[in-house]
Nanobody, 122 residues
Framework: QVQLLESGGGLVQAGGSLRLSCVAS????????MGWFRQAPGKEREFVAA????????NYADSVKGRFTISRDNAKNTVYLQMNSAKPEDTAVYYC???????????????WGQGTQVTVSS
């Protein structure tokens, strides 16, 4: 298991940008695929983006494709989510996740952070 801590959430106006960070503990960060999920009030948690262990592959939900970018720095044990052209519907708690499988399902990830709130005002 790896411990994950998100940061960077906050309030942003529609059309603005925000960058989320997630720092992982331990020495095996590069052996994990990483992902971002989000949960809006009254809704189920949903996939946002994932990145492979080397950072060479990335997947995105259709709702964020072209606006969000996931990246990672294995030397810093950190994964990022750059959010551009934010929309009010992006408002949610964003969770960082780590797993041995480069997938898009919650079941593909075995370690989760506590989440960081992102609010996009219209």
């Amino acid at each position: 298991q790896v411990q994950l801590l998100e940061s960077g959430g906050g309030l942003v106006q529609a059309g603005g940008s925000l960058r989320l960070s997630c720092v992982a503990s331990g020495r095996t960060f590069s052996s994990y695929a990483m992902g971002w999920f989000r949960q809006a009030p009254g809704k189920e948690r949903e996939f946002v983006a994932a990145i492979s262990r080397s950072g060479g592959l990335a997947n995105y939900a259709d709702s964020v494709k072209g606006r969000f970018t996931i990246s990672r720095d294995n030397a810093k044990n950190t994964v990022y989510l750059q959010m551009n052209s934010a929309k009010p519907e992006d408002t949610a708690v964003y969770y960082c996740a780590a797993g041995r499988v480069f997938g898009m399902r919650e079941a593909d990830f075995t370690s989760w952070g506590q989440g960081t709130q992102v609010t996009v005002s219209s």
